[in-house]
């Protein structure tokens, strides 16, 4: 009997193990700060004990007990429960094998990790009502007769078993369980099977939900709904037109540029050798003010903001970084990521600010999947202000369109 007991509790452990392992995996687990789902409950038992030496041979006597317990929530799928139960038994005499007398009620704190099956397999879900639950712990077990309380028996037992769970509002579940409670460890292992217990349990519970700081961060989490994914997918349908518009411009300067370069082959043929070493560097300077201009014609429609003396990207930037990063990743062009600044500080400050704003964002783009070689990092400084140098706009990092 009690090896099967053992061989029980060693499945239990296992089953608890890997579906823990297994939760930790999962994107969707949801978790709990210390100050949140704390719940207070109190719940009846109906209980047989065993006769003296028969795992299946239950006492005739029907016995009652009621508990009070707390509970704290530390993720979805796992709870840890505090409690205290008295009496277990009522008028279920047995006699302890350490005094020889008959002791007839038992009192019990204990402890008890609950997970979760159903919650743990099938991920974090708000609109779940139903939980079905394995919990195995233990604590000390009091057992004295109701006569002489004073002069009781202590000792340290184990239990565990399944219960269901169903929850009515956010605030108040209810729940069903049976339980094993092996209430002397050691009588147990010398055969003694009256120290062992079940118990049908029904219960209730009220939890406080979750603290304000949870509260907090699972809004932010919702902030990720379907809705905000299209509405971003609209953002880059939006930039990718606006791309597309930049290609048409980009073909335009390709072709003027190659205009004007057949100009000047057809000009140093039609001549006699001159010097034409002005009209050359004219000609380059224009060639070279029309490659120039792509920092206006192909800037993408947006740029990262900063505060002053900032170059991490801020929350409420974030999601130009991905709108970027999924045009880049559907295109073939490669891309400037260039970093700005404004008056406040040094020349030699603000180009190492520039700089640092330009790769924190490569670094970014690179970890939402855009691959390195589409991406050439320049720092500006405060060398090439948008309007008035003391501007915010100039705290920036903009997208071009490269030229190659």
């Known amino acids: 009997m009690l090896k099967k007991l053992l061989k029980v509790g060693v499945v239990m452990s296992l089953v608890l193990a890997s579906t823990n392992l297994f939760a930790q995996d999962r994107p969707d687990t949801q978790r709990y700060g210390a100050g949140?789902?704390?719940?207070?409950?109190?719940?009846?038992?109906?209980?047989?004990?065993?006769?003296?030496?028969?795992f299946l041979d239950w006492r005739s006597a029907t016995n009652a007990g009621v508990s009070i317990f707390g509970q704290k929530k530390f993720r979805h799928d796992l709870d840890l429960r505090f409690r205290f139960a008295f009496p277990s038994i009522w008028n279920c005499d047995f006699v302890s094998d350490k005094t020889n007398e008959v002791m007839s009620q038992r009192a019990s704190l204990t402890g008890e990790l609950l997970y979760s099956l159903n919650n743990g397999w099938l991920g974090y879900d708000p609109d779940r009502r139903f939980s079905w639950y394995v919990f195995f712990g233990g604590g000390l077990m009091f057992s004295f007769n109701q006569h002489d309380v004073f002069n009781g028996i202590w000792g340290v037992g184990l239990d565990g078993g399944t219960g269901i769970s169903y929850r009515f509002t956010d605030h108040s579940s209810c729940f069903l369980e049976y339980e094993l409670q092996v209430a002397d460890i050691p009588d147990v292992f010398k055969g003694n099977t009256q120290g062992l217990n079940g118990f049908i349990t029904l219960g209730y519970f009220y939890d406080w939900g979750a603290s304000a700081t949870d509260q907090a961060v699972m809004a932010q989490k919702s902030m990720l709904s379907q809705?905000?994914?299209?509405?971003?997918?609209?953002?880059?349908?939006?930039?990718?037109?606006?791309?597309?518009?930049?290609?048409?411009?980009?073909?335009?300067?390709?072709?003027?540029?190659?205009?004007?370069?057949?100009?000047?082959?057809?000009?140093?043929?039609?001549?006699?050798?001159?010097?034409?070493?002005?009209?050359?560097?004219?000609?380059?300077?224009?060639?070279?003010k029309i490659k120039a201009d792509q920092l206006n014609f192909y800037a993408m429609p947006f740029s990262v903001q900063y505060d002053v003396n900032e170059?991490?990207?801020?929350?409420?930037?974030?999601?130009?970084?991905?709108?970027?990063?999924?045009?880049?990743?559907?295109?073939?062009?490669?891309?400037?990521?260039?970093?700005?600044?404004?008056?406040?500080?040094?020349?030699?400050?603000?180009?190492k600010l520039s700089e640092r704003r330009a790769n924190e964002v490569k670094r970014l783009l690179k970890s939402y999947g855009v691959p390195e070689d589409k991406i050439t990092v320049e720092a500006k400084?405060?060398?090439?202000p948008f309007g008035d140098v003391k501007l915010p706009v100039n705290r920036r990092v903009s997208f071009y369109r490269s030229i190659e």
């Open 381 to 384: 400084g405060k060398s090439a």
């Open 227 to 288: 809705e905000n994914f299209s509405a971003l997918n609209s953002q880059v349908s939006t930039l990718e037109n606006q791309v597309n518009t930049s290609k048409a411009n980009e073909k335009k300067l390709e072709n003027r540029i190659a205009e004007l370069e057949n100009q000047l082959r057809e000009a140093r043929n039609a001549v006699k050798p001159v010097d034409n070493s002005e009209a050359d560097r004219r000609l380059k300077e224009a060639v070279d």
């Open 36 to 54: 949140s789902h704390w719940a207070l409950g109190g719940a009846i038992s109906y209980n047989q004990q065993f006769k003296q030496g028969g």
């Open 311 to 351: 170059w991490q990207v801020s929350e409420d930037q974030i999601d130009k970084v991905k709108a970027v990063a999924q045009v880049m990743k559907d295109t073939d062009a490669k891309f400037m990521v260039v970093g700005f600044a404004d008056y406040s500080g040094s020349d030699a400050y603000n180009q």
